[in-house]
């Protein structure tokens, strides 16, 4: 196979309801997957873009939904930071376009850039597994780890203190290299620790003394 990458394709349990919705079992989880599949080289990209087919236009459309996705990141922050409001709302203007260039995206950690969309299913497989990972791993009580997953929800609560922020990223970290579910749970954590990695290491915001 010309150029082949290898990629592991993780399987999810997924639920089964019955006819009002709710979940009476689940299915059984496959095994993961390691798969080499024919990928483009750098040189084979610049070709079909030069030659302006169709290859052409699925490549650009695969920058595009980078960017886009990169943007929808940009919306989902700024619309936490609204918090319980109702009166704010969410406007193109708010974007900061500066960060939205392919050079400023290619080089941001992967678990930062956004990427595939995660479900509330998702979430709560998340939640579940870190309560009860934590609870064994650190030996701290449940309430105290659902404090953790309290400012996972709600992330924006705990932006303003790099303490606190240093801690979860250090519980995350735990979690991490404990879960036997990374398949399943591995993204969100990844996800929620770039977000705060990210905030600690972002300068602090000066404050104008003469104006108070």
Aim: aromatic share 8%; net charge negative; charged share 30%.
């Amino acid at each position: 196979m010309p150029n082949a990458q290898s990629f592991k394709f993780n399987f999810k349990s997924r639920a089964i309801k019955d006819e009002a919705g709710k979940e009476i079992g689940r299915t059984k989880k496959q095994p993961s997957v390691e798969v080499d599949l024919p990928v483009m080289t750098a040189d084979e990209v610049i070709a079909a873009l030069h030659e302006c087919g169709k290859e052409a236009e699925l490549i650009l459309s695969s920058i595009a939904d980078i960017v886009y996705q990169a943007a929808r990141s940009q919306f989902d922050e700024i619309i936490e930071n609204f918090g319980d409001s109702s009166e704010q709302e969410v406007s193109a203007s708010m974007l900061d376009f500066d960060k939205l260039t392919l050079t400023y995206i290619a080089n941001l950690p992967p678990s930062q850039r956004g990427g595939t969309a995660l479900t509330e299913e998702d979430w709560v497989a998340f939640f579940e597994d870190y309560l009860a990972v934590m609870v064994a791993a650190t030996g701290k009580e449940e309430i105290r780890i659902k404090n953790h997953i309290n400012l996972f929800k709600k992330p924006q609560k705990a932006k303003a203190n790099k303490e606190v922020l240093r801690v979860l990223v250090d519980q995350l970290d735990i979690y991490l290299s404990s879960s036997a579910n990374l398949d399943d749970t591995g993204t969100c954590a990844a996800r929620i620790r770039g977000r705060f990695d990210k905030w600690i290491s972002e300068p602090e915001k000066a404050v104008d003394l003469s104006v108070l």
